[in-house]
T-cell receptor, first 109, second 113 residues
Framework: GQNIDQPTEMTATEGAIVQINCTYQTSGFNGLFWYQQHAGEAPTFLSYNVLDGLEEKGRFSSFLSRSKGYSYLLLKELQMKDSASYLCAVSGSNYQLIWGAGTKLIIKP | DGGITQSPKYLFRKEGQNVTLSCEQNLNHDAMYWYRQDPGQGLRLIYYSQIVNDFQKGDIAEGYSVSREKKESFPLTVTSAQKNPTAFYLC????????????FGDGTRLSIL
């Protein structure tokens, strides 16, 4: 079967760094997306990885290891506005997205 | 400004009633999607359409119907056959290309009266 696993909830302190992990088992792989979703709002696109390695975009970076079926999203210099859910989604063999349940990130002052 | 507009933001359904959720995009995207989001679960695909006048069932299509008569519009009808319709419904669209992300509307929250 196809499966994507993320931690349900994480807590971090303002100004710190946090790493949100995502592991996947899918039939086929055409890339991995990270989205941010504030409560009651639409998901917004953060990053896309299809090759192994790290992609950096300002305070946010995303890493992929295809051989391990593993990705992480790294958030630096955390701000209160980063409190949100972070969704991992894999593009499978038919190019449709398979979504993880999301990780709720709580930032404390 | 280009974007995806979903309406209404909140919707209430009575027993035995069909309701239609609107999704309009002015991004000139070919592909459009409907997802359902329940607490503690990932987004689940209801229907998708890659071209006008064509659409395919997703993982949880039972109790739902769609149409794609225009490129800009992809309405979702929640029929009375859907026994547990209370959820957050998200519409998305994207341009062609495997590396392109989906862009989402603001969602419609459907509840049962």
């Amino acid at each position: 079967g196809q499966n994507i696993d993320q931690p349900t909830e994480m807590t971090a302190t303002e100004g710190a760094i946090v790493q949100i992990n995502c592991t996947y088992q899918t039939s086929g792989f055409n890339g991995l997306f990270w989205y941010q979703q504030h409560a009651g709002e639409a998901p917004t696109f953060l990053s896309y990885n299809v090759l192994d390695g790290l992609e950096e975009k300002g305070r946010f970076s995303s890493f992929l290891s295809r051989s391990k079926g593993y990705s992480y999203l790294l958030l630096k210099e955390l701000q209160m506005k980063d409190s949100a859910s972070y969704l991992c989604a894999v593009s499978g063999s038919n190019y449709q997205l398979i979504w993880g349940a999301g990780t709720k990130l709580i930032i404390k002052p | 400004d280009g974007g995806i507009t979903q309406s209404p933001k909140y919707l209430f359904r009575k027993e035995g009633q069909n309701v239609t959720l609107s999704c309009e995009q002015n991004l000139n995207h070919d592909a459009m999607y409907w997802y359902r989001q329940d607490p503690g679960q990932g987004l689940r695909l209801i229907y998708y359409s890659q071209i006008v006048n064509d659409f395919q069932k997703g993982d949880i299509a039972e109790g739902y119907s769609v149409s794609r008569e225009k490129k800009e519009s992809f309405p979702l009808t929640v029929t009375s056959a859907q026994k547990n319709p209370t959820a957050f419904y998200l519409c998305a669209s994207k341009i062609e290309g495997a590396t392109e992300p989906q862009h989402f509307g603001d969602g419609t929250r459907l509840s049962i009266l």
